[in-house]
């Protein structure tokens, strides 16, 4: 269901309702009399459903529910979910919204399946995964805005710092933060380009990100793709260099995301708008370079990412150390665009596809469509005076491939090592 089906449903149920006193037993008699299609049909011949869709995104009421718990993966991906409780963001749009800090990303998904969060931090994977069924039971989840592009990197162990180029990879052990992360595809993707079989030439494991270093200095791990702070932090501790920025396998890709059930926007439409601002006006405000050292100090505390707030400086201001000896300035290490692209949740789905994570013919623009709900965010980013993209689909080149979107089951196709 898009955005613009689940608000025609939401306005058509209020009129109705309103028409029959709330009384929903009525209601249904008279649907099941007249048919639900001719009902709809009069419903819209009397009343400006367009309008009235409008005037309710235009004039978003009071929160119906305002005390919010939002989990969250302590990562600078998090950054604008974290920072927006410290820095009043939710508080600005109504809302009394706590952020809990989670181990891993197994830990958020089955929390927020079972309702201990409103919403959550998710990988921009995990709600596509998770309404199709892979890797957990199928809920319908919506993600309306990303959080971060770009942001991730390949560490290496200094063990191998003779072994920068991935032909020599054969046999190594390597870690991403859970199966459906852009971490795992990315790096799956660029061993691939190089010729190595992520499935038989070296171990992939799935770790979760606070427990990277520690792993990678006990030798459990050869190298990961890794969210940050812990690739600048395995530099920090001296144990780790950084191979590559992920922004060099595909520049702007997205990350992690806000994500909530299906039913979250539907039950409470105020809150969920509410929400949905807070997060793209904080998003927006960490987009901006000036702000990077303010909002590195306001995520580094214990209950937050429990970092040194260099650490964090580094990884959002873009001048870090690379661990073998140079200083990097890379403004765009990390950025921040809310904006849920079309385009990158079928890039994502042809991953899903190519490695064996979904089976079957896939109806890549439909599922991208229901999911990313970039319709909402670019209504949300108008309101707060920022510009949003007209179009929602745009081709990509990752390391020299063009893909394009309207293709999907092609570019699957056309590649030397997949499972599909």
Not at 292 to 315: D, F, G, H, M
Not at 318 to 339: C, H, W
Request: hydrophobic share 40%.
């Amino acid at each position: 269901m898009s955005s613009d089906d689940m608000m025609e449903r939401a306005v058509e149920n209020a009129i109705v309702r309103s028409m029959f006193g709330q009384n929903d037993f009525s209601r249904r008699s008279f649907m099941g009399l007249v048919g639900g299609g001719t009902f709809a049909a009069a419903l819209a011949s009397v009343f400006p459903m367009d309008k009235a869709k409008a005037a309710i995104l235009d004039t978003l009421g009071t929160p119906e529910k305002t005390d919010l718990n939002i989990g969250f993966v302590p990562i600078t991906c998090a950054t604008p979910i974290i920072m927006a409780q410290p820095m009043g963001f939710y508080e600005k749009h109504g809302l009394n919204a706590q952020v809990i800090k989670t181990a891993g990303w197994a830990v958020a998904r089955d929390k927020s399946l079972n309702g201990e969060y409103d919403a959550s931090h998710m990988l921009t994977p995990m709600p596509l995964a998770m309404t199709l069924g892979a890797g957990s039971v199928a809920e319908p989840y919506i993600m309306p805005a990303v959080e971060n592009i770009n942001g991730q990197a390949i560490v290496l162990s200094n063990e191998h710092k003779d072994k920068r180029d991935p032909k020599d990879w054969k046999g190594f052990t390597f870690g991403v933060p859970f199966e459906y992360s852009m971490h795992n595809f990315l790096l799956r993707y660029y061993v691939a380009e190089h010729g190595i079989d992520p499935d038989t030439d070296i171990q992939i494991r799935v770790v979760p990100p606070p427990e990277m270093v520690a792993n990678l200095r006990a030798g459990n791990l050869d190298g990961y793709l890794s969210p940050d702070p812990f690739n600048q932090r395995a530099v920090w501790e001296g144990i780790g260099f950084i191979h590559t920025l992920t922004k060099d396998i595909w520049e702007g890709h997205p990350c992690c995301a806000f994500a909530c059930p299906l039913s979250f926007a539907e039950e409470l439409p105020n809150t969920y708008g509410a929400l949905l601002k807070s997060i793209v006006d904080a998003t927006q405000y960490a987009s901006n370079p000036e702000n990077r050292k303010e909002i590195s100090e306001a995520i580094a505390p214990t209950n937050y990412l429990n970092q040194p707030v260099p650490v964090i400086e580094q990884v959002l201001t873009g001048t870090y150390a690379d661990g073998l000896g140079e200083v990097k300035q890379v403004p765009d290490r990390i950025d921040f665009d809310p904006f849920p692209w079309h385009s990158m949740g079928v890039w994502i789905l042809t991953q899903m596809k190519r490695w064996g994570y979904i089976e079957g013919d896939v109806d890549y623009k439909t599922v991208a469509e229901e999911v990313y709900l970039a319709a909402d965010c670019a209504k949300i980013m108008q309101d707060l005076g920022y510009e949003a993209p007209e179009v929602t689909y745009e081709s990509y080149t990752i390391m020299g491939k063009t893909f394009d979107p309207a293709e999907p089951d092609a570019y699957v196709d056309s590649f030397a090592i997949k499972r599909a």
